[in-house]
């Protein structure tokens, strides 16, 4: 049990440096195409039911850093998930966080500041996929989808068996993917200023 909290302390440690680091933009990437509606596909990134939100942001099935807590447990129901929210302490009313889960399973979290505003999210490949992926290509699928400029390094391994995909997003939204195994889950902050020319 003392090995398995500190590898989640390590693990929590290390999300939160990476994505506290200061991230390059590259080369150019097109605005990120909507999916077509097709069953077929075993991953889905776009909104499916709730209204757009406003541009100049990427959104997670719905999901965007404008969102206030009511509204991301209101698209959270929509996709079929089920929230839950934490309040700060000695309050029953600021939320500091809307948990998102399935059926059998934790699938993301969402994290605010005292008034309201998105500080980061975290979600895991189930969030998006209705079956297992291999790693690699939902990287390269959501990286692909959201105009992520990769940023590459020179050793993926962040921890033991812990491998790291980072990037920047056209509107400067910092990406952390980790993958642990055969789980992948994705970590993103917004940008500081603007968007990804705003990184370099």
């Known amino acids: 049990m003392e090995r398995l909290a500190t590898i989640s302390t390590v693990l929590t440690c290390l999300v939160f440096l990476l994505l506290s680091e200061p991230v ?22 776009d ?5 757009a939100i406003t541009q100049n942001q990427s959104s997670f099935r719905g999901i965007g850093f404008a969102r206030i807590p009511d509204e991301v447990k209101l698209v959270v129901a929509e996709l079929g998930f089920y929230p839950e929210a934490s309040f700060y302490v000695g309050s029953n009313t600021l939320v500091s966080t809307v948990h998102i889960w399935s059926k059998v399973d934790e699938v993301g979290l969402v994290s605010f500041d005292r008034s309201g ?29 959201y105009g992520v400029d990769p940023i590459e390094e020179r050793d993926d391994v962040c921890f033991q068996d812990v491998t790291c ?7 400067g939204e910092q990406f952390l993917i980790l993958r642990i195994g ?8 917004p940008a500081s200023v603007g968007g990804r020319e705003d990184q370099k």
Not at 47 to 51: F, L, P
Not at 165 to 171: C, E, L, P, Q, T
Request: charged letters at 25%; hydrophobic letters at 35%; proline letters at 6%.
């Open 24 to 45: 390059l933009g590259g080369g150019k990437h097109p605005l990120p195409q909507n999916e077509a509606s097709d069953n077929s596909q075993p991953c889905s990134y």
């Open 47 to 51: 909104a499916r039911h709730s209204k």
């Open 117 to 145: 505003r998105m500080l980061r999210l975290s979600l895991k490949d189930s969030f998006f996929c209705t079956r297992p992926m291999f790693v690699r290509r939902f990287v390269d699928e959501l990286f692909k989808h």
């Open 165 to 171: 995909f980072k990037g920047v997003s056209i509107f």
């Open 182 to 189: 055969t789980t992948a889950e994705l970590y993103v902050r």
